[in-house]
């Protein structure tokens, strides 16, 4: 079973037809970039895979399950979708920050019952994406606050991870700190599925498998991440003559 499939997928919004007939396949231990220049339809796609909305035509499976038949509050549950314009409640330390993917809410719910074990995983999660559990978010750096809604998105153990330019606003040295969390955090869930947002090659993790690139809409190109990503095909998508390079993993424009 895949754990997210699309197929002939059309959406239309107020007349404008958004996504055109985009059909995609994501396994478990896949980690997906989709890539394209700004205006393409990324966030909107990845908005339907992660059960945010219903497409107008066609088929979305997430997790086996069919949009328009099931539960989307249960289904988003089980997903782990990182939103960098996401805002907690400032009081909050790292590890609270990480408990409220529990529950998808902005702050801690009282009358939720945390058990010793869940926030053992806090503390795990907050560590294993290199900050310090009882740091405030208010002193976290735009790098680390980064870093902790991706811990936020794995609480609730997901099977698919969906990061909308998790790298957004962030400096080298905050970038470089991401894509090393990242690359370990595939690593040691190597049942983990992951679909990243971005328009920006270097920031690919070098685990990345598959890519996706998105023009007006369309998928011009989906597959391998070395057989998707060369100069031919991202200078076509960006509509620019580019040159791509690889060194140890990592994608370079120049």
């Known amino acids: 079973m895949s754990v997210l499939l699309a197929k002939d997928v059309d959406?239309?919004?107020?007349?404008?037809?958004l996504l055109d007939s985009v059909s995609l396949?994501?396994?478990a231990g896949q980690h997906w970039a989709l890539l394209g220049p700004n205006g393409a339809g990324k966030s909107t796609l990845l908005s339907l895979l992660g059960a945010q909305v219903h497409p107008t035509r066609g088929v979305v499976e997430v997790l086996g399950h069919r949009l328009g038949r099931v539960d989307v509050r249960e289904l988003r549950s089980h997903?782990?979708?990182?939103?960098?314009?996401?805002?907690?409640?400032p009081a909050l330390t790292a590890r609270e920050v990480v408990l409220t993917g529990?529950?998808?809410?902005?702050?801690?719910?009282?009358?939720?019952?945390?058990?010793?074990?869940?926030?053992?995983?806090?503390s795990r999660l907050t560590e294993l994406l290199g900050l310090r559990p009882e740091a405030g978010w208010d002193v976290l750096s735009q790098g680390e606050r980064g870093r902790a809604l991706i811990a936020r998105a794995l609480m609730p153990s997901p099977r698919l991870l969906l990061l909308?330019?998790?790298?957004?606003?962030?400096?080298m040295a905050g970038r470089e700190q991401l894509l090393g969390r990242l690359t370990a955090?595939?690593?040691?869930?190597?049942?983990?599925?992951?679909?990243?947002?971005?328009?920006?090659?270097?920031?690919?993790?070098?685990?990345?498998?598959?890519?996706?690139?998105l023009r007006s809409g369309r998928l011009l190109a989906a597959g391998p991440v070395t057989e998707v990503l060369s100069t031919e095909s991202v200078s076509a998508c960006f509509d620019h003559p580019l040159r791509l390079r690889r060194l140890e993993g990592r994608w370079m424009v120049y």
């Open 11 to 17: 959406l239309v919004r107020g007349g404008r037809l």
């Open 25 to 27: 396949r994501v396994e």
């Open 79 to 89: 997903l782990g979708h990182v939103n960098p314009r996401h805002r907690p409640g």
């Open 102 to 122: 529990l529950t998808g809410t902005a702050d801690l719910v009282p009358r939720r019952v945390l058990s010793a074990d869940d926030v053992e995983r806090a």
């Open 164 to 171: 909308d330019e998790p790298a957004t606003g962030l400096d």
């Open 185 to 213: 955090l595939y690593r040691d869930h190597p049942a983990l599925a992951s679909v990243l947002v971005t328009h920006h090659l270097e920031e690919l993790p070098p685990g990345t498998t598959h890519a996706a690139l």
